[in-house]
């Protein structure tokens, strides 16, 4: 998994270079993409040097359950759900449906997920729509707008 990581974050950091300035701004357009790829590469040699900690330790691993098949696959029909419905829907709806799902499949507990789901996606929103100056979908809140 390191490894996979690490070469995304090389690919990302290789394509970044030829992103053109943007005048009149400081940052251009490759920051964020770099910041990212750096962030992306810093991770996957974390992953690649990590030992695991039970068998470190001397004590027997845990084994893979079918637990972590079906939250891995419910995170990504998440994001297959909001590609394909927040068009429609809408990001400040459709997005803390998924982060809940997500949550919830991760065994965080109710009440967190809640909090997390609704702040996560009014943060993320918050940023791209003042900060960065691109809109997300609006959906069926489009008249409210």
Same mark, same amino acid.
């Given at each position: 998994?390191? $490894?996979? !990581?690490?070469? #995304?974050? @090389?690919? =990302?950091?290789?394509?970044?270079?030829?992103?053109?300035?943007? &005048?009149?701004?400081?940052?251009?357009?490759?920051? @964020? *993409?770099?910041? $990212?790829?750096?962030? @992306?590469? #810093? %991770?996957?040699?974390? /992953?690649? @040097?990590?030992?695991?900690? *039970?068998?470190?330790?001397?004590?027997?691993?845990?084994?893979?359950?079918?637990?972590?098949?079906?939250?891995?696959?419910?995170? $990504? +029909?998440? =994001? !297959?759900?909001? !590609?394909? +419905?927040?068009?429609? !829907? +809408?990001?400040?709806?459709?997005?803390?449906? %998924?982060?809940?799902?997500?949550?919830?499949?991760?065994?965080?507990? $109710? =009440? *967190?997920?809640?909090?997390?789901? #609704?702040?996560?996606? =009014? /943060?993320?929103?918050?940023?791209?729509?003042?900060?960065?100056?691109? *809109?997300?979908?609006? +959906?069926?809140?489009? &008249?409210?707008?």
């Amino acid at each position: 998994m390191g $490894i996979g !990581i690490a070469a #995304l974050a @090389l690919a =990302v950091l290789w394509s970044a270079r030829s992103f053109p300035n943007v &005048p009149g701004q400081k940052l251009g357009a490759a920051f @964020l *993409p770099m910041l $990212i790829g750096a962030g @992306l590469l #810093l %991770c996957g040699v974390a /992953l690649m @040097l990590r030992r695991s900690g *039970p068998a470190a330790a001397g004590a027997p691993a845990a084994q893979a359950g079918d637990e972590h098949f079906g939250s891995s696959a419910l995170t $990504i +029909g998440a =994001v !297959i759900v909001y !590609i394909l +419905g927040s068009d429609a !829907i +809408g990001f400040l709806l459709l997005a803390p449906l %998924c982060l809940l799902a997500t949550f919830l499949a991760q065994r965080v507990r $109710i =009440v *967190p997920a809640l909090w997390w789901s #609704l702040g996560g996606a =009014v /943060l993320v929103h918050v940023a791209f729509y003042k900060l960065l100056r691109v *809109p997300l979908p609006w +959906g069926v809140l489009t &008249p409210f707008y």
